[in-house]
């Protein structure tokens, strides 16, 4: 039986939160998402899991930490889990080519999102991730990475503000979203704009290198995001579950390459 045929989860290991899906018709499917400090996660998961047919393989995309990764691994463990594949960041798979000189330093989320993106993006594309941190990838027109880099998200800046100035000292309502309260809608506006011009300055670097690159994005506050760019007039589109999607598109064409050699 081929991966295609038989039961395949797909798992997100991210900085914030755990995403699990089965793989249908090289889909993610039936997803869903868990914060790592809920109360009694391991617990939460193994039923959440319960409810699916037994896989044959497993899937695992890691960027947390060891000892949340490894409550993921116990679960697995204790409902008899087939073959799980942990994987790592290659120099190419699924017709994306990383371009970093050690390609195991790319992070394996980046990597899967580029994937993703490209398996539905026509000519060069730009990918970004706005979650923990905010991620801009430029991939060009036959899937190699271009350029990459990294920043914090609005939400990392604004505990950054929290953390390092007396603004709320001064002022208890300044870091409370939604606020009527004008130091609290400068401090939004500013982090989301700042995190906005560096999306928009990135595509237009692309486009300028590559062509024209639409722009991805995926995360937590992608939504967001898209909501804040789309005040300027620049156009994005959003991709749910892009890790999930990419592991889909590795999964699929780790199988066709298997069957084509064993034919």
């Known amino acids: 039986m081929s991966a295609l045929q038989e039961e395949t989860w797909l798992f997100d290991l991210g900085n914030s939160r755990a995403k699990a899906a089965r793989l249908v018709h090289r889909e993610p499917a039936e997803v869903f998402a868990l914060d790592w400090e809920s109360e009694d996660f391991a617990a939460s998961l193994r039923s959440g899991l319960q409810r699916w047919p037994q896989p044959q393989r497993v899937w695992v995309a890691a960027v947390a930490s060891p000892a949340r990764v490894r409550q993921v691994h116990e679960v697995l463990a204790s409902i008899g889990a087939g073959r799980i594949d942990w994987v790592r960041t290659p120099r190419r798979a699924g017709g994306i080519t990383n371009s970093y000189a050690k390609p195991e330093r790319l992070g394996i989320d980046r990597f899967l999102a580029m994937l993703a993106t ?35 998200s609005p939400a990392r800046m604004l505990q950054a503000l929290q953390a390092g100035t007396a603004i709320a000292d001064a002022n208890p309502e300044a870091f409370t979203a939604g606020a009527d309260d004008d130091t609290a809608k400068g401090l939004q506006a500013g982090c989301w704009a700042s995190a ?4 928009e300055w990135f595509a237009a670097r692309a486009h300028a290198r590559l062509g024209a690159a639409r722009v991805w994005l995926h995360g937590g506050w992608a939504v967001q995001l898209a909501d804040w760019l789309a005040r300027d007039g620049c156009r994005v589109e959003v991709l749910d579950h892009a890790v999930l999607r990419g592991l889909a598109v590795w999964a699929a064409s780790a199988d066709l390459e298997s069957m084509a050699r064993d034919r």
């Open 196 to 199: 906005g011009a560096l999306v």
């Open 118 to 152: 490209h398996a539905r993006a026509a000519g060069a594309c730009v990918v970004a991730g706005c979650g923990t941190a905010l991620t801009l990838d430029a991939v060009d027109a036959v899937g190699t990475h271009a350029e990459g880099m990294i920043a914090l």
